[in-house]
């Protein structure tokens, strides 16, 4: 299994709107990717690991695959149409990782 | 639920014992929280989101708690000999985001 992190930075001029994400960007995700995608969530930053600091990630969202390919196949030709709704909810840009899912 | 992410920066430099990690320093982890651990998960970083780029974090453990009180009563106590633990899997210093669950 893999696991495709979207890492939102934070930053004071950062925004994103956490209702439309779930309830819209989310279903629309899916609705994209079918049975390829096997599973997603979403946190929201609260904060970092010292007292009163701040999250380093606004917020993340994560898509679980069974392989890369599977990844690549499903994810690539929706790319345009996922990265579009981007604006509909943040300004910030995000980073992606992709990883193994180990345990 | 809360999820607590601790994020190991990758680097040329960067080491990271994936065995270990799983096979010894989640087990003594999860003895020291207790019931207050609800579940936990590791990732292993594979790439970025552009072709043949690296992974931003070499690895990625995950931990869930009901609550940010949770996660203070049970982890303060038992802080240093976590992290005291890291020296035998990681020279990377690991950054440390708490996140509300979402989705």
Sequence with gaps: MIK????????SDKTFDM???CDTH???VAGLLGDALRGATVEKGL?????DSSAL???MGNMYFDSVEEFGKSFGPNAEKIK?????FTNSQPIIQV???ML
């Excluded at 495709?4 to 930053?11: M, T």
């Excluded at 904060?47 to 007292?51: E, F, H, I, K, T």
């Excluded at 579009?84 to 509909?88: E, I, L, Q, R, S």
């Design 26 to 28: 989310a279903p629309l």
């Design 99 to 101: 990883s193994e899912v």
């Design 47 to 51: 904060g970092g690991g010292a007292p």
């Design 19 to 21: 209702d439309y994400y």
């Design 57 to 59: 990630y606004i917020a």
């Design 84 to 88: 579009g709704d981007m604006v509909n």
């Design 4 to 11: 495709v992190s979207v890492l939102y930075p934070n930053g």
